[in-house]
């Protein structure tokens, strides 16, 4: 098992409240990681902090595959997110990683396959192209024939599906997912989790997903547990 993405050390501080209190993380090549934990034990801060979104105050977040710009590198081969400028991140998370969130993810205006296709236009894909690359994720989601549907003109289900073809359409290397079926009821959640990690998996992506629901998290390879900013437990799932 190789890893991809690594948190070490993790200490994020909002004011006096311990987000992150000293997390070691690690991803491996094509698992998904559920993080698991009650309400304001820090799975978010931990999510977005690997994602590159937020820097934590100390620790190292490493990705392998990228330059390293410090004088002595931690490893050849991996670059140390958490030092990076805003616009080396923002580069990061459009090529390299995928992002699904709870909902209000689409844009109303655009046809689905647009929407899918954003990621790719803003990467520099001529927009024929980009659409064209986004139309290949519509049948393995089950999303065939709603191309040219609106977010509007969709369920929560399916609009949630063009959300992971979104996440996917870059072909990314980590998809970070922050309760993805968290607007959804269960048996919806369930077929988009299942599609979610089969996908991904099949991309040859990692997933790293926040869920506080136990059955969600039963999908994944992996469960990490938090509380108060800490990692209190790991399971380990043999997916059926
Ligand atoms: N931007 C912020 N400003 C202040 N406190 C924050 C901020 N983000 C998170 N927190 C606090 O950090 C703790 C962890 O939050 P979070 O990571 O969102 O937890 P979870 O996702 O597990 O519910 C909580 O106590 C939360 O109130
Ligand atoms: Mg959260």
Redesign the pocket.
Known sequence: MSTVLAGNGLIKK??T?N?LAGVDVQVAERESLAIM?P???????LLHTLAGIIRPDRGQVLLRGERSEMEIPPAEGWGRVDHWGENRLSALRRKRFGFVFQFGQLLPELPAEENVALPLMLEGVPRRQAVQRARRWFAPLGLAGLEHRRPGQLSGGQAQRVAIARALAVEPDVVFADEPTGALDQSTGEEVIRLLTSVTRDQGAALVM?THDAEVAAHCDRVLQVRDGRVSGYSQYTVA
């Open positions: 909002y004011g409240t987000a934990g309400s304001g034990s820090g799975k978010s801060t926040v």
